[in-house]
Antibody
């Protein structure tokens, strides 16, 4: 059974940092592209960042570029999101999601349950 | 443009058919995927590609596409289909990888 379990969320002050983790199991983690997607309270889904299966290709949404860093450790079946210079507008549930390689589009077939990040003083 | 546009809310009578649409330039180049999200839960993939359903998704869910518009159709809507539905696709502008629509709240009457 495919499982994605996020951790590391919590309350942080504006300007602070937080590191999210996503533990993957039930599939060959090193074969899949991975993403972080977030959802602010009462709002829609927002794609945040992507990393290829090897970690060699990375993309970020404009809203987090220069502040967030995505990484992965295929030996530990884990995905990470280092979040620096956090702002109130970064408050959201952060989901990690698996992306099968698909040249005709993009989709996430499995999602974690999410971890809540609250940026507030 | 890297935007996907959805109607904010749609309603359907129990057992009837409803279509939820998603418009955007990227849909001329890439297929949309569709997600169902119920309150307090993570999104669930219901349609991807031309018209593919993941295992466990009922066959009353189907997808189609024409030009810059993708559609999710629920044939014979059930009470348990009441949820938020999001489309998404690869971004064709080259600036980003992916984009989500704003979501459609489906009410089953």
């Amino acid at each position: 059974e495919v499982q994605l379990v996020e951790s590391g969320g919590g309350l942080v002050q504006p300007g602070g940092s937080l590191r999210l983790s996503c533990a993957a199991s039930g599939f060959t983690f090193s074969s899949y592209e991975m993403n972080w997607v977030r959802q602010a309270p009462g709002k829609g889904l927002e794609w945040v960042s992507y990393i290829s299966s090897s970690g060699s290709t990375i993309y970020y949404a404009d809203s987090v570029k220069g502040r967030f860093t995505i990484s992965r450790d295929n030996a530990k079946n884990s995905l990470y999101l280092q979040m620096n210079s956090l702002r109130a507008e970064d408050t959201a549930v952060y989901y990690c999601a698996r992306s099968p390689t698909y040249s005709s589009g993009w989709f996430n077939d499995y999602w974690g349950q999410g971890t809540l990040v609250t940026v507030s003083s | 443009s890297s935007e996907l546009t959805q109607d904010p809310a749609v309603s359907v009578a129990l057992g009837q058919t409803v279509r939820i649409t998603c418009q955007g330039d990227s849909l001329r180049s890439y297929y949309a995927s569709w997600y169902q999200q119920k309150p307090g839960q993570a999104p669930v993939l219901v349609i991807y590609g031309k018209n593919n359903r993941p295992s466990g998704i009922p066959d009353r869910f189907s997808g189609s596409s024409s030009g810059n518009t993708a559609s999710l159709t629920i044939t014979g809507a059930q009470a348990e289909d009441e949820a938020d539905y999001y489309c998404n696709s690869r971004d064709s502008s080259g600036n980003h990888l992916a984009v989500f629509g704003g979501g459609t709240k489906l009410t089953v009457l």
